[in-house]
């Protein structure tokens, strides 16, 4: 990739250039070279492993990120009941205040 922003294609471009891409996978040419390109690159690359730097502290891992959303998900529906209780009560006071009768003694 060149460093200068203005060398780099646009993203039109890219866009472009990759539908051609899933159009070409999709024919059911078998000497198609970008289908073959595709399908040599999947094989090599569960074979490709970073080496690990021995000075470094930290590496990146997988994200469960469906516990995440679980999580997040059963707060909001916290939030959300203790909301709805709260409003339960402010309706059940504002009943109360209505019904209570003001008498000039």
Sequence with gaps: MDPDPNKRPTATVICHRVGGWLDEMKQDDDDNEVKKQFF???NIKPKLKSPIHPNDMYTSKSVNTR???EALRSKTQ???SQYHL???AEEEIN???ESVEITDD
């Design 95 to 97: 009943q109360r205040i």
């Design 78 to 80: 916290d939030v959300n």
């Design 67 to 69: 516990k995440i959303s």
């Design 86 to 88: 709260s409003k339960i």
């Design 40 to 42: 040599e690159a999947d």
